[in-house]
């Protein structure tokens, strides 16, 4: 995302209320529905935009965990004094948590995802606040003081915020109260709250107006920058900056921890430093039991090295690993009809075991961290074909062109860790519709969390959610 503010967090942005282990519950935006192969590509598309725009960052969190059902996970969050709920897309890359306000015109009213859209009214909340433009957070955030700002002008702190795809919001800042639930004991939570600082959309544009039909609320930002809601918590001294989630392939649903993950145990390994995404060094690739030969070693493929990213529904390979690596796959069936679909899908029908039909492929990276895909992950259904998801960069725009992306094909079913204290990241196998262990730092205790569902107005049995789980840390136990 094309970023036209600095993001840096000051200590006014703290999360003042001490927060426990606590959770937010969240859906996939199409739980259920089968999207066409058009709509994969054009969400991936929009989205690899937004990732490669040189100043900053826009990376969706979530994914569907379903190739045929593409779209974001989002949140139901609590917002103000009294509280309002509010459906927020979980973002991993964009640094800001915004809502859309009650003065924008052209935010959308409604939404065909059978939720109940609010617009945010700071003069409803008895806990929000103005950020005013000679606050230091908002000098900070623009690089300076704004022009004809003076002290005690009570003159609010503007954002604005360009995506790739051409979108934009624009607004001010302002300080609330978010609401979630504090985890007390197994499966247990209370309630518990604390404040934020995110902006008030008072004009959207592009595929964040009322001409969006499945629209939301706003974004919920999980991003690497201070301004992020993972970095307002951590600052807060309360918690550490570590975030886990697992997307379950099956059902859509899955587990989003924020803190100290004991259970299951996975091994890391490094963020390439300088990098606005969750970028790792790619060492091999291995297809069944051959591992494909390059002439040009892995890490000098590209310029950000392999980028996660559980938003991006498919995986996006350079032509030199695509090329053999889709050939090794089809040549285990060699009297299969392969067809193209859309121009761009590999398909072919095929009516016996994937999993033994197919071989897995297996990526290494520095550390002996690897992740294996199953053949029934990356194999998706289609009008009565299985289509390969993996897609070739190579044949994408330039300014995208043979970069190494893997999405939620090669996520799902994995538990991904997210260590930015370390800035290492890994992943491991895991059952996502099961129970983690997450220690309560605050009481050393551990606690189990597992997969929660909300339901939206329309649908009070809807599968596809997931939990957030926010866990303290002392500052006791941070300088100790």
């Known amino acids: 995302m094309a970023r036209l503010i600095a993001s840096f967090l000051l200590s006014s942005m703290l999360v003042t209320t001490a927060i426990a282990a606590s959770i937010f519950s969240v859906k996939s935006k199409y739980a259920g529905q089968e999207r066409s192969l058009a709509a994969f590509k054009e969400?991936?598309?929009?989205?690899?935009?937004?990732?490669?725009?040189?100043?900053?960052?826009?990376?969706?969190?979530?994914?569907?965990?379903?190739?045929?059902a593409v779209g974001l996970y989002y949140a139901k969050v609590g917002i103000g004094t009294p509280t309002k709920n509010y459906y927020m897309q979980v973002d991993t890359g964009s640094d800001l948590m915004w809502v859309n306000c009650i003065q924008c015109k052209e935010c959308p009213?409604?939404?065909?995802?059978?939720?109940?859209?609010?617009?945010?009214?700071?003069?409803?909340?008895?806990?929000?606040?103005?950020?005013?433009?000679?606050?230091e957070f908002c000098q900070e955030i623009n690089g300076g003081q704004l022009n004809g700002c003076k002290a005690n002008m009570s003159m609010s702190c503007p954002y604005l915020e360009i995506y790739g795809d051409g979108s934009s919001t624009a607004g001010y800042f302002v300080s609330d109260d978010v609401?979630?639930?504090?985890?007390?004991g197994d499966l247990q939570t209370t309630a518990g709250n604390g404040s934020v600082i995110f902006g008030c959309g008072a004009r959207q544009s592009g595929n964040l107006d009322s001409s969006n039909e499945e629209a939301l609320d706003g974004i919920l930002g999980f991003g690497k920058a201070n301004s992020s809601v993972i970095s307002q918590l951590a600052a807060s001294g309360k918690m550490k900056k570590m975030f886990a989630h697992c997307l379950d392939g099956v059902s859509g649903g899955g587990i989003f921890a924020?803190?100290?993950?004991?259970?299951?145990?996975?091994?890391?390994?490094?963020?390439?430093?300088?990098?606005?995404?969750?970028?790792?060094?790619?060492?091999?690739?291995?297809?069944?039991?051959?591992?494909?030969?390059?002439?040009?070693?892995l890490s000098e493929v590209g310029e950000r090295g392999t980028i996660i990213d559980s938003g991006t529904t498919l995986a996006y390979l350079p032509e030199m690993i695509y090329g053999p690596l889709v050939s090794k796959i089809i040549s285990q069936q060699p009297y299969l009809k392969v067809h193209?679909?859309?121009?761009d899908y590999t398909c072919f029908q095929y009516s016996e075991s994937l999993d033994e039909g197919f071989p897995n492929v297996t990526f290494y990276f520095e550390n002996s961290v690897f992740l294996k895909v199953h053949p029934h992950e990356y194999l998706f259904p289609y009008e009565g074909f299985w289509c390969i998801g993996w897609q070739n960069s190579g044949m994408l725009s330039k300014d995208r062109r043979n970069i190494t992306l893997l999405g939620d094909?090669?996520?799902?079913?994995?538990?991904?860790?997210?260590?930015?204290?370390?800035?290492?990241?890994?992943?491991?196998?895991?059952?996502?519709?099961?129970?983690?262990?997450?220690?309560?730092?605050?009481?050393?205790?551990?606690?189990?969390?597992?997969?929660?569902?909300?339901?939206?107005?329309?649908?009070?049995?809807?599968?596809?959610?997931?939990?957030?789980?926010?866990?303290?840390?002392?500052?006791?136990?941070?300088?100790?």
């Open 43 to 68: 969400h991936d598309s929009l989205r690899q935009l937004r990732i490669l725009a040189v100043a900053g960052v826009d990376l969706p969190l979530g994914g569907s965990g379903r190739h045929d």
């Open 109 to 135: 009213k409604r939404s065909s995802l059978g939720i109940d859209l609010t617009l945010y009214d700071i003069n409803d909340s008895s806990t929000g606040k103005m950020v005013y433009c000679d606050e």
């Open 179 to 184: 609401q979630y639930n504090r985890v007390s």
């Open 258 to 297: 924020i803190g100290y993950v004991v259970q299951p145990k996975v091994n890391m390994t490094s963020l390439i430093p300088n990098q606005p995404h969750y970028n790792v060094n790619m060492t091999a690739v291995q297809v069944g039991d051959d591992f494909l030969k390059f002439t040009t070693d």
């Open 340 to 343: 193209t679909l859309h121009d």
């Open 409 to 480: 094909l090669a996520l799902s079913n994995k538990l991904v860790l997210y260590d930015l204290e370390n800035q290492v990241i890994g992943w491991t196998e895991y059952n996502c519709s099961s129970n983690i262990q997450v220690k309560d730092e605050q009481t050393g205790t551990v606690h189990l969390v597992g997969s929660h569902y909300i339901s939206s107005p329309c649908n009070q049995n809807a599968p596809f959610v997931i939990v957030f789980i926010f866990l303290t840390t002392l500052l006791h136990y941070l300088f100790n």
